[in-house]
C-alpha cells in the first residue's frame, strides 16, 4: 500500500517562499509520475505541477511557471516542490498524487490520471 505524506505548508506573507515536500512510503516499481495539485475554499482541485520517476521531465501549471519548481529524490521518495514569490491567491490546501504507469498515457494534469493521493497541506499567503 502506498501512502503519501505532504509537509511543509504554513503562513506566509506575499513574496515569501515555502518548500513542500511529498515522501512516498511503499513507492511501487509501477510509479510513472508525481504531481502536486491544490485545492481553494470552493473551488475544484487544480493541477499544479508534476515530474516524472524515470526521466527528469517537469510540467507546471501556467500560473506558477517560473515561481515554484519540482524535484524529486529517488532514493528518499520524496518529492519536492519550491514555491517562490508566493501571492495571496496561491492559499490553497496542496495535495500530492501518484501516477502509476498503467495510466501513463493520461493527462497528468487530471486528478483522474492519480491513483495515490495524500492528505494535504495548506498553505496560506497573507497580503
Known amino acids: 500500500q502506498v501512502q503519501l505524506v505532504e509537509s511543509g505548508g504554513g503562513l506566509v506573507q506575499a513574496g515569501g517562499s515555502l518548500r513542500l515536500s511529498c515522501a512516498a512510503s511503499g513507492r511501487p516499481s509501477s510509479a510513472y509520475r508525481t504531481g502536486w495539485f491544490r485545492q481553494a475554499p470552493g473551488k475544484e482541485r487544480e493541477f499544479v505541477a508534476a515530474i516524472r520517476w524515470s526521466v527528469w521531465n517537469t510540467y507546471y501549471a501556467d500560473s506558477v511557471k517560473g515561481r515554484f519548481t519540482i524535484s524529486r529524490d529517488n532514493a528518499k521518495n520524496t518529492v519536492y516542490l519550491q514555491m517562490n514569490s508566493l501571492k495571496p491567491e496561491d492559499t490553497a490546501v496542496y495535495y500530492c498524487?501518484?501516477?502509476?504507469?498503467?495510466?501513463?498515457?493520461?493527462?497528468?494534469?487530471?486528478?483522474?490520471?492519480?491513483?495515490?493521493w495524500g492528505q494535504g497541506t495548506q498553505v496560506t499567503v497573507s497580503s
Open positions: 498524487a501518484t501516477q502509476e504507469t498503467a495510466y501513463s498515457g493520461a493527462d497528468y494534469y487530471r486528478t483522474s490520471s492519480y491513483s495515490y
